[in-house]
Structure formats: structure tokens, C-alpha cells
């Protein structure tokens, strides 16, 4: 059923999905921007012949790595589930398999699979 302005609940949902998205795109950015002037210092002391134990303390590179890999799961498991929440939405707004297929330049199969997916969404 939709709201005042004719969204669906499904769209709603993808809506704040999308949102979600947007946060997790932005620490992710953070994270690799961290990551950059992190490998500038690591880059810098080894050109000056500093130890990497002196370097990897000063850039914390024992706290670095986690930090860019939990961003990257993150962001790469609320994409996935943005994607999923699309397709339902565009087959709700009567999208072929297709349509979605070469609008969003993918495989027929994979457009299969992710509309399957996103059924158990709904």
C-alpha cells in the first residue's frame, strides 16, 4: 500500500536502505583516506630508512587493517542488499528480468538470482 505520495512500503524500505548506503560509503571513505596517509607515512619512513616497527607504531597499523576491512565488508553487504531491495522495486514498478538485466548491465542469471534473493527480502 502506498503512503501520501504513492510509495510503496518496498520503495520506503529501499529508500532507507540507500540511506544506510550513504553512511557506509562515507566511513569507507574515511577509512581508505586514513589507509592513504597511513601507506604516505609507511612509504616516507621507509624511504628515510626508519625501522618498520618504528613506523608501524606511529601509523597503529595493528588498529589500521581491521578498520579498512570491516568498512569494506560493510559497505559491501548493505550494497548487496541495496541491489536486492532495487530489483524488488523495479519489478513492483514492472521491470522485466530484461529490463533490469541491461539497465543495470548484468548477466540475465544474476538478475534471476538477486530478484530470488530479493523475494526473501520482501
Partial sequence: MGDEYGSSDLEQRAVL??????????????????????TAALLEGLADGQPLTTIFERIRSSEMRPLVTDALTRF???RHRGRLRLGAVATQQG???????????????????????AERLV
Fill in 95 to 117: 521491470m522485466s528480468v530484461e529490463e533490469i538485466q541491461k539497465r543495470w548491465a548484468i548477466t540475465r542469471s544474476l538478475a534471476v538470482r538477486n530478484l530470488r534473493q
Fill in 17 to 38: 536502505e540507500l540511506r544506510e548506503l550513504q553512511a557506509a560509503s562515507a566511513e569507507l571513505r574515511r577509512c581508505l583516506e586514513e589507509n592513504e596517509a597511513a
Fill in 76 to 78: 559491501e553487504r548493505i
